[in-house]
């Protein structure tokens, strides 16, 4: 069964900076990879998906990274707003399932 | 629509109940799932449809819980004698095939009194 884990929990920073979220998965034998953020009260939104054969995707401010030998995938945030403050989860496919972390609570300080 | 749907946003019922949670993907998704988010929790698995029929029900937590896709767009996510441990979002998510880029919904914030 894949386990998915997210550190920190919560996330505190200033405006401006910089903002790396890790996730860590037990299986490596995983698909794809998928980052997601979650307003409060809200649904899921996708960020990027990384597929197996990838180590890196990137949309604008946002850079992900695979690395399935590890288990491990990181998330960052260029030049964080106010407007980044959410909870971001990763979540990694194993055939058809997603299993997911409890996410990381970020909040960017005006 | 755009994106995937889920009606009712909230629903509030009694314990015993019995409760319809719907699901309108997006045109053309041939994999549907259904998760359940309690607070502080990612999503947890309930059950996987490729076109009509369901793939992977193993996450779902008893008999009370059922689900159907009889035309393989909308599904109906169906929970009988409803407990107050059921209370949770309920979270619809489809995506074009098996390991692609899921979509979720706004989910459904069912509270059994």
């Known amino acids: 069964k894949q386990e998915v884990t997210q550190i920190p929990a919560a996330l505190s920073v200033p405006e401006g900076e910089n903002l790396v979220l890790n996730c860590s998965f037990t299986?490596?034998?995983?698909?794809?990879l998928q980052w997601f953020r979650q307003d409060p009260g809200k649904g899921l939104t996708s960020l990027l998906l990384i597929q197996s054969s990838q180590r890196e995707q990137t949309s604008g401010r946002l850079n992900a990274s695979l690395d399935k030998s590890s288990g491990r995938s990181t998330l960052y945030i260029a030049a964080s707003q106010p407007g980044d403050s959410a909870t971001y989860l990763c979540a990694g496919f194993n055939d058809y399932k997603l299993s997911f972390g409890a996410g990381t609570t970020v909040t960017v300080r005006a | 629509g755009a994106g995937v749907s889920q009606t009712p946003s909230n629903k509030v019922t009694e314990k015993g109940k019995y409760v319809e949670l719907r699901c309108d993907p997006i045109s053309g998704h041939t994999a549907l799932y259904w998760y359940r988010q309690s607070l502080g929790q990612g999503p947890e698995f309930l059950i996987y449809?490729?076109?009509?029929?369901?793939?992977?029900d193993s996450g779902l937590p008893n008999d009370r819980f059922f689900a159907v896709r009889p035309e393989g767009s909308v599904s109906t996510l169906k929970i009988q004698r409803t407990e107050r441990g059921d209370s949770a979002v309920y979270l619809c998510a489809s995506s074009f095939n098996r390991n692609t880029e899921a979509f979720f919904g706004q989910g459904t914030r069912l509270t059994v009194v």
């Open positions: 449809f490729q076109g009509t029929g369901a793939a992977d």
């Open positions: 299986d490596s034998a995983i698909y794809n």
